[in-house]
């Protein structure tokens, strides 16, 4: 099975742990059957592995979450990075054909295409499989998932099949409607469009050469940003007459705030926290290293992580995102393909961040024009390039470096360092990368 | 006036911004006339102050709140430091001993003893004087204070007056009631008794002869661990006959809990906080930089700081104490006399910190034994002491100090460094402090 996750948001509902660039399918909180925490990206990953071990994942996303994914997944799924953000059509566009010039997929292998953050069991994937192999066999261009609904939601689109049947002809596709209309619908048959469908790879292409004048994978890639913001709902799927809808009657939740979100989690704490015997229905997810302590509360959820402190009665949580769109702040956490880094203290000409290198990993080579910085390795020992010099390091090893002077670190060892930045316009632009070869150092 | 303020507490029930070495009358919550935030010792401080000019104001504390009361008041008032803790008989023989040694108060002067924490109008301390007046020319021995009960507190000792004029003779002492006996109490014309006293000097020396051998200040200071732990009102008052109470009518509060301190608050946010519509009833209390969304919650009171966050229905917030004796950590911020300190992160080894001195200030010149240190200069200059060499210090210095090697910083301008110590065992303990002559730099 060839799929394609479809990784995008800006994650301000799910505040202070999710942030501008980690949105959030990243967010640590499903423990899996070895008592680890993982990531809706990662369970959905284990899960599509699980059901098909030859399964090839591409995910579909911005640059911005690149480093997030390689830290979570490391190189085991391939990432078709958009250059910018347009709508579904270009993104799908754009995965496609690079499973047909990257990944040499054939024209005719069948592609899954869903969303990276729904919250659902195994049967789900073996039902994509079916999914796959309906789109490979099938006279249809495009074949749809339809989720029997559970509820007359207005959060989503819905599909009206021919018949009851558990392959059918699309009869028509409905808006997300008000509850009354929803109610209606779901009596006429109606099933919630979860976006997530099937289609023979060159279906896709044609689509893009109609749409776009695509030629190559990487003609669309430097094309990108002048492509149309258009969805591929609207550009492709309401516009096909041979599309066909298959049932899917299972779990399936989109855990989009923090109401849904501590409905599935399993425990009532997660990271530092203590409730005493008066709370009933809160949950905690601390980030924090420092305890939190709540007393007496009901049907409330706490939130904390480097970014800010959320508490939040469950059903206003909702409500949370003009409020996280009125906090103006720097992103204080991030992980990278290295590791990750934590904003320590910000302000007065200084900022203060600890990172953290995984075994074996380096960052970039780079140098910044405004600021000068200074390491003091905590934990670990590695390689410092500081100007094209090599030097060995380790713990309490400190390391200057003055605006202009490129410099990297290759962590030998898993390697903490704290980093100091000083300069009066410290920003994250401020940054130039250089061409090394690590391999001689 | 002469007047000792104790100074106690271990601030537990105000977690987090009350910790092992914050106690509650540190804390900055009180808005003053213009517009800046005062602790209650400050309040206290500059209400006794602007009812009597001249008060002479010594404060009865352990050596760990010494740096704390410098920071807040500066050298304005004079501390009386109990080498270990015993209880208030000790603490109020010490404290009087030193006005007379240290002070050269007279014998025949008057002193009020009262709790540096209780949160009253201005007219409490135009009481005190008039307490003092009648200590000093009262036959009586001991003059207290006798609060007129707002409630049937079960919190409190009562006084049983002789009668009900403003000054009259103690006719019974009563422990802390139920309140079913607190009314009974009350409708018998008993008053609060909120350790608030007035003696002449000589009247308490001669007891702390009487009871422990006091022969001076440096002495009884010497000798004070090995004195018994006794309470001043068990040791004294309710053994004395000729003692009269003087009635207050006023405004008198002990803000000793998370509900009671939320009451006496102007605003319902100090510091980075939002609250929703949705939310009744809610303080936020927050030092973090970072800020604290709240979303629909009623009566309950949030407080961040570098120990933890507390989140809790504003009744439950008396029962905290077993909650954060169950929590071990490291004290995370402190008030030095030089500034100020807060941790950023602790742990693996080594331990991050963010150091704050004021302008004209300077650490004890000191050395460690088992960790190495390095100071990055982040905002102002200065100069460091390094084993016994000056050098002129700025923004983006580096320092480092090896294990043994003694250290300190003179600020000259206000001052803030970064702090990494490194070591397999860090604690506040590995401080050896020598005397240097600062002069001489």
């Avoid at 292998?109 to 073996?126: A, I």
């Avoid at 904390?304 to 402190?309: D, K, T």
Wanted: aromatic share 8%; charged share 25%; with cysteine.
């Amino acid at each position: 099975m060839n799929i394609i996750l479809l990784s995008g948001g800006s994650g301000k509902r799910l505040w202070p742990l999710s942030n501008d660039i980690r949105s959030k399918q990243f967010i640590k909180i499903f423990k899996n059957e070895e008592g680890v925490y993982e990531s809706m990206l990662q369970r959905v990953y284990h899960q599509i592995k699980k059901a098909d071990p030859e399964a090839t994942v591409t995910i579909a996303t911005s640059r911005a979450q690149v480093s997030a994914i390689h830290n979570q997944l490391g190189n085991s799924a391939s990432i078709s990075v958009e250059p910018c953000r347009r709508d579904t059509f270009p993104a799908i566009a754009l995965a496609t054909a690079y499973l047909a010039d990257i990944m040499h997929a054939g024209l005719d292998e069948p592609v899954v295409v869903c969303p990276v953050d729904p919250y659902v069991e195994d049967e789900y994937f073996k039902a994509l499989k079916k999914l796959s192999v309906q789109a490979g066999k099938s006279e249809a261009n495009l074949v749809l998932m339809g989720i029997e609904p559970a509820y007359p939601s207005e959060k989503y689109g819905y599909i009206i099949p021919e018949d009851s049947s558990q392959t059918t002809r699309v009869s028509a596709f409905k808006e997300k409607p008000s509850a009354a209309m929803a109610e209606k619908y779901i009596k006429q048959g109606a099933l919630w469009n979860g976006g997530v469908f099937a289609y023979k790879l060159r279906y896709v292409l044609d689509k893009a050469y109609d749409l776009t004048g695509y030629k190559s994978y990487q003609d669309l890639f430097e094309r990108y940003g002048e492509l149309d913001k258009i969805s591929f709902d609207y550009a492709v799927a309401e516009k096909e007459d041979k599309i066909q809808v298959m049932r899917f009657h299972g779990k399936w939740k989109d855990l989009g705030t923090w109401n849904t979100l501590t409905e599935a989690m399993e425990e009532d704490i997660i990271g530092n926290g203590i409730l005493n015997d008066q709370c009933s229905g809160v949950h905690i997810i601390n980030e924090m290293d420092v305890p939190v302590l709540a007393m007496g509360l009901h049907d409330i959820v706490i939130s904390a992580s480097p970014e800010g402190i959320l508490v939040s009665d469950k059903e206003q949580s909702s409500y949370i995102k003009p409020f996280v769109d009125s906090i103006e702040q720097q992103v204080m956490f991030a992980e990278k393909s290295w590791g990750n880094f934590r904003v320590l203290d910000v302000g007065n000409g200084a900022m203060i961040i600890k990172v953290s290198l995984k075994k074996g990993t380096s960052m970039n080579y780079h140098s910044h024009e405004h600021r000068d910085e200074v390491w003091i390795v905590t934990s670990g020992s590695g390689k410092a390039v500081i100007d094209g010099t090599r030097k060995d390091v380790h713990v309490g090893d400190v390391i200057t470096m003055g605006a202009g002077c490129p410099h990297t670190i290759i962590a030998e060892t898993e390697l903490t360092l704290v980093e100091v930045q000083i300069g009066k316009e410290i920003s994250v632009q401020d940054k130039r990368k250089f061409k090394i070869d690590m391999d001689a150092f």
